[in-house]
Structures are given as structure tokens and as C-alpha cells.
């Protein structure tokens, strides 16, 4: 009887009700459950903070203003934003942004104008020594010892074959050597080599001279050297680089211009 009685509840027993989550498949549902949320968190997360990350700010943002005098510039700085999301399962942290910002220098250098003022003194003149003959229409010509020789010209009685030197050192006159031949609108030309030549003119007469004479400062006397092809006055001589005279042009002894030209 005793043994029967156990059986019979053991039978009631095992054939009672069970909950619902008791059974096996609850929980293996319940579990898959739990890991599809864990992996769609974690997805979520990679999605987010790898895939779609957003592009790094700019550290800073420099805005220069500059004004004509003196120069200004002003520099802004925007800190860059820092995120941070946490979740108790996972943990995910954004990296941090070390961002450093340099703040530019600019060095204003203001020049001062000094306004420069250029007095120009006018040349004035002053009186010197006198000739010794009074004279027009004649030649003067800078030595190279730094004196100077007229020659030639006419005076108040006429045509002159006088020549004098000048010394700026005491402002003195003294004659030196005569022309062989009077002559007046001729031309004088001095050579590297000290000596001067005197070309063409007119005469004492009147007549047209094809004559030319030598000047040699070292002794102070003229000697005649050879005539130019053409008698001609109010010509030009010219000494050129090669150490000769080009004389050029003039007027003949019937007054009509020459277009000759000679070389001494």
C-alpha cells in the first residue's frame, strides 16, 4: 500500500505542469537572442567610429587682416571637437587629437623718410688777367700742361699772327711764338702729344689760306707744316681716337660752301 501511494505521486508529479521557460527551447532561442544583440551593437559600433568616421576638423582657422599702414594680424583659433561615446558592453573611445596651433608673428618695419633738400650754387663770374692784344674771331685751345694758347684774329688794325698763353695758376697772359701767317676763322687743334695745329683761315689780305702750322709748347714757337688740299675758313677740325684731325668743310675764297673733307 505505502509503495504503491509513492509511485502514484511520483506519476502525479513528473505528469504536472512545467513553466514555459523551463523548456529547452526557450533557452536556446533566449540565448541566440542575446548574441545577435551583442553582435549588432558591436556592428553599430564599427560602423559609426571606422566606416563612417567623420573627417578630422582642422586644427585651427587663421583669418589675416592687413591695413595699409601699419600692418595688422589677427589669428583666430578654433579648438577642435573631441567625442567620446562609452558603453558598459563594449567600451569603445575615440582616440584622442592632440591639435597644436601656431600663432603666426609678423614683423612691421616702418621705414621714416628723410626728405633730402639739394642746394645747387650758381656759377658767377669774376674778372682775370687781359690779353694783351685785344682780338676776335680767334682760337683758344687747353694745353695739356693746363695752360691755354690763343692764336690768331683780328684787332683794331687788323688781322693778328700773335699768340699768347694763359696761366690759370696767376692768371696771367704772356706772348709766345708768332704764327708764320696772320690768319683769322681758322681752327686749332691739340694733339695728345702736347703740340697744336692751326688750319686754314683768311690773311692778313684777305686771301684764303690752304696753310697749316705747328704750335710746340716746349719751345713756344710755330713752325709751317703741309697745306690742306683746299684753301677754306669757318671749317671744322676734328681730332679723332687714331690721333688724326678730320677737317671738314668751310666756305672757298668765292664765299661757296665746301663738302670736302681731309685728314692730317
Known amino acids: 500500500m505505502h509503495v504503491n501511494q509513492v509511485y502514484v505521486e511520483l506519476v502525479n508529479v513528473s505528469n504536472g505542469p512545467h513553466k514555459w521557460w523551463h523548456h529547452r527551447w526557450v533557452k536556446i532561442i533566449g540565448i541566440s537572442v542575446i548574441i545577435l544583440i551583442v553582435f549588432a551593437v558591436i556592428l553599430t559600433l564599427l560602423l559609426n567610429f571606422v566606416v563612417f568616421a567623420p573627417e578630422k576638423s582642422e586644427p585651427s582657422t587663421t583669418t589675416t587682416t592687413r591695413s595699409s599702414s601699419p600692418l595688422t594680424t589677427t589669428t583666430v583659433s578654433t579648438p577642435p571637437s573631441q567625442i567620446t561615446t562609452s558603453l558598459m558592453t563594449p567600451t569603445a573611445t ?26 645747387t650754387q650758381q656759377s658767377e663770374w669774376s674778372a682775370t688777367g687781359n690779353m694783351n692784344n685785344a682780338r676776335y674771331h680767334h ?33 696771367i697772359w704772356t706772348t709766345t711764338g708768332n704764327m708764320t ?84
Open 181 to 264: 701767317n696772320a690768319r683769322q676763322q681758322h681752327t686749332a687743334s691739340v694733339f695728345s702729344n702736347g703740340k697744336v695745329l692751326a688750319t686754314g683761315g683768311i690773311s692778313f689780305f684777305g686771301s684764303f689760306l690752304n696753310s697749316a702750322e705747328l704750335y710746340d709748347p716746349s719751345t713756344g714757337t710755330l713752325t709751317t707744316t703741309s697745306n690742306i688740299t683746299n684753301a677754306r675758313y669757318y671749317h671744322t677740325a676734328s681730332l679723332l681716337l687714331n690721333g688724326k684731325v678730320l677737317v671738314t668743310g668751310g666756305s672757298d675764297s668765292n664765299a661757296n660752301a665746301l663738302n670736302s673733307a681731309e685728314l692730317y
Open 94 to 119: 575615440l582616440p584622442q587629437t592632440t591639435t597644436t596651433t601656431t600663432s603666426l608673428v609678423t614683423s612691421t618695419t616702418t621705414l621714416t623718410q628723410t626728405p633730402s633738400t639739394t642746394t
Open 139 to 171: 682760337t683758344a685751345s687747353v694745353l695739356l700742361n693746363g695752360k691755354v694758347l690763343v692764336t690768331g684774329e683780328i684787332d683794331n688794325n687788323g688781322v693778328l699772327s700773335s699768340a699768347e698763353l694763359y696761366d690759370p695758376s696767376t692768371s
